[in-house]
């Protein structure tokens, strides 16, 4: 079997965590034009551990922005109801072209009081992303990038506990709040919010701070490392879309299945990038839309053809194993004539139909804290 | 019984002129938690370098090649559903397959134990 080596990394950027990565004997792997870590003690370990414990990951790779000024022209761009975006308060939006296609969805959030917005967006699209929003925001509003930052996130059913003995006041978040902290004397930016399905917070450090932070968090013994290979299986079984795979510039909300982070106020007055195309799709259903999978056997990856009578049907976007089902799972987008849940469908592996079956997600239990 | 590696970190155990094949350490290593193998049906023959067997990692899968030319004999059944045998013994639990080799002279072109070493060093 062939096999690939360590690569040599050239021209990759590295966050500000990439010593204590190595320290730790992390697997690096170039994603996004960053060098980052893929594993620690191995992938099933680190996601089982997430699900049972609590986990740490370094996300500073994305990108972060602090907004201020006119926020009517930065919610021309995308799909939020900003003015009902109270401080404290955060939420999952999308960013669309003018046709309303996908460009990038992110985390919008009001920490700072009345100071403005704070994005987060992905790692690969944060060049375009800051570009478009700074162009089209112009004269009205101030777009100031953050890069003197690192991200971190503390996932898993332990880590409230955790977080709370060295950040009491972060307990009073629930699911999609957020605020500003003080850790360790160093002033933190935390919403109570994540990618792999479980509880737990996302954390802004200062760059000069972030190892040291982070170390803070790992001397708890519940906390382990972990790299992206279990983010991208804890996010699948949690039914999370991944950006430029389960939906990109040719993908509507509607076809994506992510018409929730489109606020009511925005469809009615037809105010979002592309609402009058998104919103007769909608009102009449698109011919394909995104749908969760699982099967038995070898799990289909992203690409495989998925077909139903010799006729192809669809394709799928993301697939793997996942740990906590304990089986294959995936995304794909599927003529809408075999989008139920319980359809019987095959995929293509290797020349061979695999049979398979239309599943509703999440394929875990979302556990996010919602307050008592 | 001697062992003998190919450049694609498959190992076979020539026995007579049977051959068990399977992956090695550093192959298992690299690829992380096997999900799931692929084997083929006893009965089928491969030449060598054809692909013969699909192993499944939670990230990957990677093709598994015939590291010399035969029928396969035997298929280790155990591994459906304990794939992660692979990981936890790739050099005895976790075999692929037995090969009844049917030139048994490519086995000359294949690594020994030093020479497969110096490889992945």
Redesign the interface.
Known sequence: ?????PETMTDTLRTPLYELHTALGAKMTPFAGYDMP??YD????E?NHTRAAAGLFDVSHMGQAHYIGDEAALEKLITADLSALAPGEQKYTLLLNEQGGIRDDLMVSRPFGDDGLFLVVNAATKADDFAHIAKNTAGKGELRVIEDRALIALQGPQAADVFSALVPDAARLVFMQCGVFTLDGTEIWVSRSGYTGEDGFEISIPADRAEAIARLILADARVKPIGL?AR??LRLEAGLCLYGHDMNEDTTPVEAVLMWAVAKPRRDRLDFPGAKRVMQMFADKPARKRVGFTMA???A?EGAEIVKDGQSIGIVTSG??G?SVGG?VGMAYIDLDHASPGTEIEILL?GKARPAQVTKMPFVEQRYYRGE | MSVKYTKDHEWVKVDGDTATVGITAYAAEQLGDVVFVELPEVGKSFDQGDEMAVVESVKAASEVYAPVSGEVVAVNDGLEGEPQKVNESPDADGWFVKLKLSDTSQLDGLMDETAYQAHIS
């Open positions: 079997m062939p096999v690939t080596g893929l594993q191995g992938i099933m370990a996601h290979g991208d299986s056997g070898a799990p990856r793997g194993f740990p294959p290797r």
